[in-house]
């Protein structure tokens, strides 16, 4: 129950960076803790204790992890690298469009 | 036919990866094949239509059922994806066909079609999926993609307004994810009927209203519902006029109130309490949408939040879950695509001939631009509810619904938004096309060809769209839609079968 309430926190860490950190860099890192708490958390709801592989044949009574989320959060993983390429380019423009990271310095959209 | 299914997904998707091949050697290519994949998949839709009372499944790669345990991808045709299908699928098509003139403006057309594919495949994904973790890698195609294309004039306000979008936007995606995990502990399956049939068995414990909570914050920030909307008065009109169509008129639905809708109602199972809260955001989102729009100048902006407002009326709907009020919902999600696809599209002709967004400085162009004012006519009518335009329609039967759950005050706040929906709408149209003219416009001229035949097209429909509501059509065509969702969770057993 612990690792799941830890995975829990390291969310809501990586929300609250997300909704109070002022520098773009900065909220994406929030975004990427979130992201990863989601992985681990996601890890973690397959795990067995003492399991193994699942890949032996012909083995009854042994205790197997579950291998589905561990094949989709893979998966995860490679769609969290597209979403932070493209938030991490979109950060390095602004930043030559506006010459600053301050998001209370980037506002020319207001109402 | 089974094997139609996934080309909804297989077509467009193909087509964004052949575009940037071909497409560097042939400039026209974008245009072409963008409208041929969006004119097929329309076809497709439409002739889609006539399974509307069946529920067929497809088994990606043949994957089926082991025991009565599905374990591979399902992907559903169901009525209400049916109608889903034919709205993303209709906007599209007009997107692409008024994109062939409008995106001269912009540098790289085949960049702009491929990114326009891939959203367009992963909201057909969204409506077909039958799997959870699917419906959340379509959502992100679909969001990756939109993310993009706000940004695609790389303007600093465009800028601005997707870092801002994919922010929120990635919030969001992640408490779906989060409630999709939490589900899958809770049920060890992530087929979205299987998840229900576990729900059904074991009841629903407190861990599910927790998902609940997760995918209510996760897809309202999807769908702008109003606590979550911050993003979409920067994002949508920041957008090219076609991706604001497509972004306001059908991508906040189908990959915001679509899934959330197709989770409470089939999946979870819908009962007071969330109706309850549907309504409660109903309203705030109708309430507040519709007064920050009546002091906008920007018509884009003043557009992008009547959005929400709009948005508030289907919720509405969805949340009362009486046939009626369903039919209204549905009724109205697709009067919504029209006329706001229409008002986003002609805002783009306007900034294309006039070259500004803002209402003060336009004016008189009811005679310099006979058509697209014509057609903005059409859809501000259909929006602030005149009869006989659709939007009349579909707002009458959620407020009769109302009255007949019972709900004398939600039918008032009801009205209350409708009447604020005149009063915006009014304001545009008289700055834009009838006032006093804030600047020159003697050299202003109508739009090119193909702008006006999409204008054309949306506005007829605006029109005509009231006919489903005749006896016999609305049987043929709603009322199967709407079945699939007072059915519930029969859902379930049609899919496992």
């Known amino acids: ?111 | 036919m089974v094997n139609s299914i996934p080309l909804f997904v297989v077509i467009p998707l193909g087509c964004a990866f052949i575009l940037p091949v071909i497409g560097r050697r042939w400039e026209r290519a974008g245009d072409l094949f963008a409208n041929l994949v969006t004119v097929t998949l329309l076809g497709l839709a439409i002739w889609s239509v006539r399974f509307i009372r069946e529920t067929t499944v497809y088994h990606v790669g043949g994957w089926g059922a082991v025991n009565g345990i599905p374990i591979g991808i399902y992907l559903v045709r169901d009525g209400l994806s049916i109608f889903m299908l034919v709205v993303v699928n209709l906007i599209a098509f007009v997107a692409t066909l008024y994109s062939i003139n409008y995106m001269e403006y912009f540098t790289d057309k085949t960049k702009y079609y491929t990114l326009f594919m891939l959203m367009l495949a992963g909201m057909n994904g969204v409506i077909l999926t039958g799997d959870f973790f699917n419906l959340y890698v379509f959502i992100e195609i679909a969001a990756i993609a939109s993310y993009a294309l706000v940004a695609f004039g790389t303007e600093a306000e465009e800028l601005e307004a997707a870092f801002k979008y994919q922010v929120m936007g990635s919030v969001g995606s992640g408490f779906i994810l989060l409630g999709i995990i939490l589900l899958y502990s809770y049920t060890g399956t992530l087929n979205m009927a299987d998840v229900g049939r576990v729900i059904l068995d074991k009841g629903a414990s407190n861990l599910v209203w927790f998902v609940n909570v997760l995918f209510i914050v996760g897809f309202g920030l999807k769908a702008a519902v109003v606590p979550f909307h911050m993003w979409l008065p920067d994002a949508h009109p920041s957008a090219p006029a076609p991706i604001s169509a497509m972004l306001s008129g059908v991508l906040i639905e189908s990959i915001g109130v679509y899934p959330l809708t197709r989770i409470m109602y089939n999946v979870i199972g819908f009962d007071g309490v969330l109706s309850n809260i549907l309504i409660v955001l109903a309203i705030i989102s109708m309430m507040i949408g519709g007064l920050l729009a009546l002091w906008q100048w920007d018509y884009k902006r003043l557009l992008a939040y009547s959005s929400i407002s709009q948005v508030g009326y289907i919720l509405l709907g969805i949340g009362l879950g009486t046939p009626l009020g369903l039919l209204g919902a549905l009724f109205h999600l697709f009067n919504h695509s029209a006329f706001k696809g229409l008002l986003f599209l002609d805002s783009g002709s306007i900034v294309y001939s006039v070259g500004t967004r803002d209402l003060r400085e336009m004016g008189e162009l009811d005679r310099r631009m006979p058509i697209t004012s014509k057609t903005n006519l059409v859809a501000a009518m259909s929006i602030a509810g005149v009869p006989p335009f659709n939007g009349f329609w579909s707002k009458l039967i959620i407020i009769i619904a109302c009255i007949q759950a019972g709900r004398y005050g939600v039918a008032g706040w009801a009205i209350l938004g409708s009447i604020l929906t005149f009063a915006y709408i009014l304001k545009a149209e008289r700055y834009a096309f009838y006032g006093k003219a804030g600047r020159d416009v003697a050299d202003v001229k109508e739009s090119p060809p193909f702008m006006c035949i999409a204008l054309i097209i949306l506005a007829v429909i605006c029109v005509v769209a009231g006919l489903m509501l005749l006896p016999n059509v609305r049987e043929t065509i709603l009322f199967p839609v709407v079945n699939t969702l007072t059915s519930g969770t029969e859902y379930i057993w049609r899919v496992l079968r």
């Not at chain 1, 829990?8 to 929030?30: A, D, P, S, T």
């Open chain 1, 1 to 111: 129950m612990i690792h799941y309430l830890l995975g829990i926190l390291l969310f809501v860490i990586g929300l609250y960076g997300v909704l109070v950190k002022r520098n773009l860099f900065k909220i994406i890192i929030g975004l990427i803790i979130m992201e990863y708490a989601t992985f681990l958390l996601f890890a973690l709801v397959g795990f067995r204790e003492h399991g193994t592989a699942p890949i032996q044949p012909g083995v009854a009574g042994k205790v197997f992890v579950d291998p589905l989320p561990q094949a989709l959060v893979l998966t995860a993983i490679v769609i969290g690298l597209g979403t932070t390429a493209l938030i991490a380019g979109l950060a390095v423009r602004i930043y030559e469009k506006y010459g600053t990271l301050d998001i209370r310095k980037i506002k020319k959209l207001k109402g």
